[in-house]
């Protein structure tokens, strides 16, 4: 199966909804069948307003999919990205950035000034993707969005959430330069990962780091996992509080820039 026979593309029929949800159950690795987007509520988007892809084989399987609906952030209309996801075996292909970008036209058509959507701040992937590859900022932290959930990739973890921002105009600002080297740091690690935000909070730019393998610290060390958590749960929110936004994600950190 090359690159070339996968197409996406707004579910249409009853059968694409479905295959939409199998993928979401591949992958989030989902076993508990609650977390399933109802296809009634799929449907019900796609004709108000919302956008339902998949990422469909020639024999309709989906591979991938996403799910949004109009929403509000910052008090303006926007798309709201419930979920995008890509099954395994066919993850590193580029469909998420596909994905995303046919989500972004749509709200442009749609007179939308952008799209918002949540994602773990632990994860290491999904950060360098999201600021780093779209250019999505963040100036929102949602303690323990979801509560405690199931699927593989939230076990033994809260549901601690950034929210992106990803504006939809052709052209958007662009955002100075900035010299990562020697920037004060928001979580310093002697025998574990401990906040440290006092005194820091003056500088025009800061890092806050994540650990490189998140996953591998819930199954293994969930301790560790939890106080990376706890540790990143208290820097983001005091820079967020203190004007700064993340704009971007260098090596294993976040680039926060103050803002006000």
Partial sequence: MTLGEITIRRAESIADYVACQQAQRLAWGITDESYIVPLATMVG?????????????????????????????????????????????????????????????FARQEGL???AWAFDPLQMGNARFNLGRL?????????????????????????????????????????????????????LQNEGPVARVEGQLTHPALLLEIPSDISRLRQEEPGLAEA?????RQAFQAAFAAGYQATGFVNSSYLLQRTS
Wanted: proline share 5%; net charge positive; with cysteine.
């Fill in 228 to 232: 990376w958590s706890l540790a990143v």
């Fill in 113 to 115: 000034e952008g799209l």
């Fill in 45 to 105: 988007a796609q004709l108000h307003g919302g956008l339902v892809l998949g990422a469909f084989l020639p024999s309709g399987e989906a591979v991938g999919l996403s799910f949004a609906f109009l929403g509000r952030s910052e008090g303006r209309l926007c798309l709201y990205s419930q979920l995008t996801g890509v099954a395994p075996g066919y993850q590193g292909l580029g469909l998420g950035g596909r994905l995303k970008a046919v989500q972004r036209e």
């Fill in 135 to 187: 250019g999505a900022t963040s100036r929102r932290f949602v303690e323990d969005m979801y509560g405690r959930r199931t699927d593989v990739l939230n076990t033994n973890a809260t549901t601690d959430r950034l929210i992106a921002e990803w504006s939809t105009a052709i052209d958007p600002p662009t955002r100075p330069a900035i010299e990562s080297r020697g920037l004060p740091r928001l979580i």
